[in-house]
């Protein structure tokens, strides 16, 4: 059992967190003879001026109704299940939560998703970096040997990875980390959806060490509404919801998340159908000369690599189609990393590749 005290900033152990109007009366008005009449918020007593869901009243801060659905989806109990402003808000709070800015350090892998290193710079703490082998997996001893040399408060392990798309490490190798590791190890699994392996949430029971990211920006389609989840022991949940701003997600975010969850049908179909297309798009690129490498996906995306990088990447933007250039990420020389879209958007995209080719 590691100690979450002694991982934690000491002022935020100590915090008193700020508590809402929501916090001291919880809103339960079933059974009552009348409507309860809320006159402790400061809140407009005649209406909105908003409309499609947004009203006067303050959400519940706790998003109790969509954790509930989603403790049944995701088969985690609700007091284990954090719920923020997209997972990028978790991100950021955890490294308010455990790292004390100018002091304490973290360890990335890259190449890895750019806000774990964002949220370090804004929070004025060190990163250490331990490079993925060059097939993109975990270098499993090396970093057994590099978290043991440091007593690093987070590790920040993207499965399956962005931008480069595989799994990095097998189940067994995450759990010897998370046996090794005395700190926090955050796995961020935006992409687990299109993945063959099954999402690490099933451990959290067992590793009070462990929070495992996810989010409805990708496979549920919402990256409008920003809604990300975090999975976790009770005494991370608990530290993070008393971080938290107090109403971090809105109640039009809460409602449509839930009505979100009770379609998940909508959600497998859409997984299915890019799953379809990344496998139609896997037959395609082999078949251009200019493509040296194109790596494995359990994503949305598919990184290649090209001879001439950045040369493509104009020609499509000529062209209206807009990829993403990871060429200068490490190990990512010539790298364009191309989301798998719907089907004409992928046949334009191969349609644009055969044309570069002939130019
Ligand atoms: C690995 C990874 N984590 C997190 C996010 C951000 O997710 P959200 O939209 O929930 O903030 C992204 C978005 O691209 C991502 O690629």
Known sequence: MKNIEKLVRPNIW????YSSARDEFVVDDEGNEQPLVFLDANENPLGSVGS???????????????KEAL??????APE???LGNGSDEAIDLLFRIFCTPGQDRVLVTPPTYGMYQVSADI??????QVRLNEDFTLPVAQLLDTVGQHAYKLLILCNPNNPTGNAIAS????????????GVVVVDEAYIDFADFASMTALIDR?????????????????NLRLGMAFASAPIIDLLNKVKPPYNLNGVTQELGLQAVQNVAQKDAFVASIRAQRAWLYTQLPLFDFIEKIFPSQTNFIL????????????????????????TQPLCEGCLRVSVGAEAENKRFIELLKSWELL
Not at 14 to 17: E, M, Q
Not at 123 to 128: P, Q, R, S
Not at 171 to 182: D, G, K, P, R, V
Not at 207 to 223: D, E
């Open 80 to 82: 284990n299940i954090f």
């Open 171 to 182: 189940t067994a190798e995450f759990e010897q980390i998370l046996q090794a590791f005395e």
């Open 52 to 66: 499609n869901g947004a009203n006067n009243r303050y959400p519940d801060p706790y998003q109790r109704k969509l």
């Open 14 to 17: 100590a915090l008193k967190p």
């Open 304 to 327: 290649f690599r090209t001879q001439q990088p950045n040369e493509l990447y104009n020609y499509l933007v000529q062209h209206q189609v807009i990829v993403r250039n990871r060429s």
């Open 123 to 128: 929070n004025h703490v060190a990163v250490d």
């Open 207 to 223: 590793y009070p060490n462990l929070v495992v990211l996810q989010t409805f920006s990708k496979a549920w389609g919402l990256a």
């Open 71 to 76: 403790s049944a989806l995701k088969n985690v």
